[in-house]
């Protein structure tokens, strides 16, 4: 039988993509399926990296030449993720493989309208040439036929193992947040807004799992007076974080752009009551006082307020996280989310379209 080759960033390393090969490793894809998983994307010294696209873009190549290969299936963001893929992908298009592109850049709008007129047309025509395009969410479907209307658009969510319930009576005022320590990410955010709640909760916590930009966090922190509030983690693995979402009180995140962030599908999944932002895919998957509590990107009040009424209200905060978590068990649950992967690699194998996919 021919092989799946999936490509993407190296499994180890940090951040969404490789989170999402974490769970199809765990939940048994690729023993279920013959899938080979390449490398094209490493952390580290631009030599490693640069080493890694050679190799990832040879093998294959060779495996290709070889016929061994019917899909290439190759997770994607932007920027330099983006021409990686695209360059195999059009090499592969003389072979005749069955081709996915799958899309997880929560910036890849802004990539597209800072583009030039050559490589929006190479985005247009990488989009349009694949067999099909797999989408996060149905506002990224609608988006992507907006700069690539022939492109064939299905609508695969991330997936997220349900954890188990926890009988840990979380800290009160211990906030959490998990990512990499970006702007985008609206962490600076929330220290301003913990600078504005510090008084009504004196013994407010963030616990910071993530990486990037700690010392300008930490500089915005003494600026705003909550320095001795922060709880510096680092980059945390999975029984770690399990620990902190069973110690928290609230998951929050106000990104300014988003896919479908795995750490939000993860605190919902562990019942945690969220405040995160109505952007990308978010707004599809968390009703606003039914599954968490939205705010606008960049309003610190808003983040403020929506933080203070859940730390007064421990009621609140329980029927949100089990509204949540029902909202994973529905629509993001790991077997949900694979047995639709799994049935478009077994339409393009049989040679059929595989049309849209909404989880419902």
Not at 290 to 306: E, K, R, S
Request: charged share 20%; glycine share 8%; proline share 4%.
């Amino acid at each position: 039988m021919k092989k799946i080759l999936m490509l993407g960033t190296d499994p180890s390393s940090k951040g969404g993509v490789a989170s999402v090969v974490d769970v199809y490793r765990r939940s048994g894809l690729f023993d279920r399926l013959p899938i080979r998983y390449v490398t094209t994307h490493v952390d580290g010294d631009l030599f490693d990296r640069v080493w890694a696209a050679i190799n990832g873009m040879f093998t294959v190549l060779a495996l290709l030449i070889s016929g061994q290969v019917s899909i290439i299936h190759a997770h994607s963001s932007s920027n330099g993720s983006f021409m990686r893929k695209s360059l195999i992908l059009s090499i592969s298009r003389p072979f005749r493989v069955k081709t996915i592109f799958h899309l997880h850049g929560s910036e890849f709008r802004l990539y597209y309208d800072d583009a030039g007129w050559l490589l929006r047309h190479w985005i247009k025509w990488t989009l349009e040439s694949c067999t099909a395009v797999i989408a996060l969410s149905e506002s990224w479907r609608a988006y992507l036929h907006t700069i690539a209307p022939a492109a064939n658009v299905c609508v695969i969510a991330n997936p997220v193992d349900l954890l188990p319930e926890s009988t840990i009576h979380p800290d009160e005022q211990r906030l959490l947040f998990l990512g990499h320590v970006v702007r985008r990410k609206g962490i600076f955010d929330i220290i301003e807004a913990m600078g504005l709640l510090k008084l009504e909760f004196p013994a407010l916590k963030l616990a910071l799992g993530g990486d990037c930009e700690i010392t300008l966090l930490l500089e915005s922190a003494r600026q705003h007076g909550v320095d001795g509030m922060i709880d510096v983690l680092g980059w945390i693995g999975e029984d770690a974080k399990r620990a902190e979402f069973a110690r928290s009180a609230v998951f929050v995140m106000p990104s300014y752009n988003e896919g479908l962030p795995i750490a939000m599908l993860e605190a919902m999944a562990a019942g945690k009551a969220i405040v995160v932002t109505p952007v990308g895919g978010i707004p599809e998957a968390v009703e606003h006082e039914v599954h968490g509590l939205l705010v606008p990107p960049g309003d610190v009040a808003a983040l403020a307020q929506a933080i203070s009424q859940l730390l007064h209200d421990s009621g609140l905060r329980k029927r949100l996280g089990q509204a949540a978590r029902e909202r994973i068990k529905e629509r993001y649950a790991t077997e949900v989310v694979l047995e639709c992967l799994y049935e478009l690699y077994t339409s393009l194998e049989a040679g059929k379209r595989y049309s849209i996919l909404n989880i419902k």
